[in-house]
């Protein structure tokens, strides 16, 4: 698919538990970012990698969050410990670092429900 | 700091109505990007529109318009002859364009666009 994807779409834990949710973004795509939106509420910025570095992790609510991109195009957002306020939908955009047309626009990938209980 | 502000939590037309969108922001980036973007019910978040600062044409593609007005920090949006289609929550975001890209949203107005 020409898309960002996302996996799994949804995930139930137990509290306490670890989780990794999957971010492809769109082939070519430089930048990567990973959010998290809460029911009714607008996405908040976590993370941002230029390549397979994070260039901006000043998102991050704690250190229990963690993500990665070791090869500077698949990521992984690792929640560690999971808490009942974790839950919510993660999103992830990528883009390409361009000034022509809609370059550094985010294109969002389709989420990761999260939920534990 | 980054901010941008919808102060309309929910609105109701009729189709065929016309609808405007309100979005406010605050930065202290002398450059940088606005946009929006839709969310409907399948709850996948659609690119609309980006607009660059220093370029404050206004845009119109089909129905929908946007106007961007630098001097009260305003990039609001209009769609004409609203559908039942049209019916989800948008949502305004601004990023730097040199320093930070992480998008910042508002908090986001659901349309409801009743037959």
């Known amino acids: 698919g020409a898309g960002v994807s996302q996996t799994p779409s949804n995930k139930v834990t137990e509290k306490g538990k670890y989780v990794e949710l999957r971010c492809d973004p769109i082939s070519g795509h430089t930048a990567l970012y990973w959010y998290r939106q809460s029911l009714g509420q607008g996405p908040e910025f976590l993370i941002y990698f230029q390549g397979t570095g994070a260039a901006d992790d000043s998102g991050l609510p704690n250190d229990r969050f963690f993500a990665v991109r070791p090869e500077g195009s698949v990521s992984t957002l690792k929640i560690q410990r999971t808490e009942r306020g974790d839950s919510a939908v993660y999103l992830c955009?990528?883009?390409?670092?361009?000034?022509?047309?809609?370059?550094?626009?985010?294109?969002f990938g389709p989420g990761t429900r999260l939920t534990v209980l | 700091a980054q901010k941008v502000t919808q102060a309309q939590t929910e609105i109701s037309v009729v189709e065929k109505e016309d609808v405007t969108l309100d979005c406010v922001y605050e930065?202290?980036?002398?450059?940088?990007?606005l946009f929006w973007y839709k969310q409907p019910p399948s709850g996948e978040l659609v690119f609309l529109i980006r607009r660059n600062s220093f370029d404050e044409q206004n845009e119109i593609s089909g129905r929908y318009s946007w106007n961007f007005q630098k001097s009260t920090s305003s990039f609001n949006f209009t769609i004409t002859a609203s559908q039942v289609v049209d019916s989800a929550v948008y949502f305004c975001a601004l990023s730097g364009f040199t320093g930070r890209r992480a998008l910042t949203f508002g908090s986001g107005t659901r349309l409801q666009v009743q037959p």
């Open positions: 930065t202290r980036d002398t450059t940088y990007y």
């Open positions: 955009a990528s883009s390409i670092k361009s000034r022509g047309l809609n370059g550094d626009t985010q294109y």
